[in-house]
């Protein structure tokens, strides 16, 4: 999902801001060719003429962005086109805005700057590039370019508790190969719960042409459900857990209680 800079740029805060063609399409991150084909087929508005050169305003990104953002999703131009028209310009900002917090999951990381020598201390390990390479393989890190000393954490959360992991005397080889297996796995329920949610919220709101009056509903809703699906998981992988801890400690408890059992058996004999 490309997202752009939302349902507006920070130079675009002044409704009067006006672009060329050429600088609406750098804008919405598409080509001259499609901002005209899309024109065209009335999904923007004419711009305003001053002689023979048309200025596009900030309605015309925000519809262009909509546009870009529901074909990037999978939608059809057809049914873009449809539920585009079928809406009225003041329904466009609503309708960027849900499709934003949709995204919210997998935005709102910041990156963290950390000395190599203070990632070792958090694992309690020494310094070793080939943990360091494996992280950046799984796009949990990156190197510094022109600085050897520092690694950039770019899921810095998993990185700190996977540490913490290392710390309490699990192999850092075992935990960094949890990250692939959890993220298969993760994001298949994440998958599952915005499916249900573009299924059963956004898709009838686009469907009925995304009236405003229904958008601040509609937004709350989405907004509530994300991080309840979050603490679904939390509590299930809890529960999870929990139940694989019982499970192998009752196991190692059986096995050596046989081999209690088995030990004078071996002596007498």
């Known amino acids: 999902m490309s997202v752009t800079e939302g349902p507006a740029g920070p130079d675009d805060a002044d409704g009067d801001v006006e672009f060329t063609v050429d600088e609406l399409a750098a804008r919405a991150n ?26 596009y305003h900030r309605g ?5 962005q909509l ?22 310009a003041s329904a466009t900002a609503p309708a960027l805005d849900l499709l934003h917090l949709l995204d ?27 943990l360091i390479e494996a992280l950046v393989e799984f796009g949990l890190a990156a190197w510094v370019e022109d600085d050897h000393e520092s690694v950039l954490l770019v899921q810095p959360a998993i990185v700190r508790n996977g540490a913490a992991a290392v710390a309490l005397g699990l192999p850092p080889k075992d935990i960094i190969e949890l990250f692939p297996l959890l993220q298969r796995n993760l994001r298949e329920i994440a998958d599952s719960f915005v499916e249900n949610a573009v299924k ?36 299930m992988f809890r529960k999870e857990l929990a139940a694989a801890i ?8 059986a096995e050596v209680g046989l081999r209690g059992r088995a030990t004078p058996a071996a002596t007498d004999g």
């Open 60 to 64: 015309h990104l925000q519809r262009l």
């Open 246 to 253: 019982d499970a192998e400690i009752g196991q190692q408890l």
């Open 200 to 235: 059963a919220i956004a898709q009838p709101f686009l469907n009925r042409g995304l009236p405003p009056e229904e958008a601040p509903e509609v937004l709350g809703a989405v907004e509530k459900l994300l991080p309840v699906a979050s603490q679904v998981t939390y509590a």
């Open 30 to 55: 598409m080509t001259v060719r499609n901002v005209r084909a899309y024109a065209a087929r009335g999904l923007i508005e004419p711009p305003r003429l001053e002689g023979r050169t048309g200025y």
């Open 104 to 130: 919210e999951p997998w935005n709102d990381v910041e990156p963290e700057l950390m000395s190599r020598d203070a990632l070792a201390a958090l694992a309690n390990v020494g310094r070793d590039d080939g």
């Open 67 to 88: 546009v870009r953002d529901l074909l990037d999703r999978g939608y059809t131009l057809a049914a873009v086109e449809k539920a585009v028209l079928s809406s009225p």
